[in-house]
């Protein structure tokens, strides 16, 4: 039938034409090749609140209110308790952290600075430690008390503390 391999051999040669229009490759388009980052190399989010520092061990430190930046586009906290003054030297002590670190591994530790900043009347460093918020208001006596400390992140240390400090003068003592 003449009409059918004319329609055949037409819709052939449209094809063909598309491919040739469309490079002639079939294969996928190449995608840009993304540097890969490697320990050192620091980078920051779009809007420069978050930095981090690439390492290359399996350790994080972290400076989560160790920012110096008070962008106007965040509203300052407004409850009757904040305190709005900035930490000092956290992003500091977590840099020299882990600069010592490096020197004493030769690996490099993950590091991330943020943004806000967190202040105390009473300069004081403070670490998570899985105690809550309501326990830490507590007085030392009645903290001593609970158990929160003995099923915290300084467990252990409570038990095998050298100079055997009370265990609220772990989380609260002076050194």
């Given at each position: 039938m003449p009409g059918g391999r004319t329609t055949r051999r037409g819709l052939a040669l449209c094809a063909?034409?598309?491919?040739?229009?469309?490079?002639?490759?079939?294969?996928?388009?190449?995608?840009?090749?993304?540097?890969?980052?490697?320990?050192?190399?620091?980078?920051?989010?779009?809007?420069?609140?978050?930095?981090?520092?690439?390492?290359?061990?399996?350790?994080?430190?972290?400076a989560p209110h160790g920012g110096l930046l008070a962008p106007a586009s965040l509203p300052d906290r407004s409850c009757a308790a904040c305190i709005l003054a900035g930490d000092d030297n956290t992003q500091d002590l977590a840099r020299r952290v882990a600069a010592q670190f490096l020197v004493r591994t030769g690996k490099r530790?993950?590091?991330?600075?943020?943004?806000?900043?967190?202040?105390?009347?009473?300069?004081?460093?403070?670490?998570?430690?899985?105690?809550?918020?309501?326990?830490?208001?507590?007085?030392?006596?009645a903290l001593g008390a609970t158990s929160a400390i003995s099923t915290s992140s300084i467990a252990r240390l409570a038990v095998v503390a050298i100079d055997q400090p009370a265990p609220v003068a772990l989380l609260r003592g002076p050194t």
């Open positions: 063909l034409g598309l491919v040739i229009a469309c490079g002639g490759s079939t294969a996928a388009p190449t995608p840009p090749v993304v540097p890969v980052p490697k320990a050192g190399d620091v980078q920051a989010d779009a809007n420069g609140w978050v930095e981090y520092t690439v390492g290359d061990a399996p350790l994080i430190i972290s530790a993950h590091l991330v600075i943020n943004l806000h900043g967190h202040g105390h009347s009473i300069p004081r460093l403070e670490l998570g430690y899985l105690i809550s918020a309501a326990s830490l208001r507590l007085s030392d006596q």
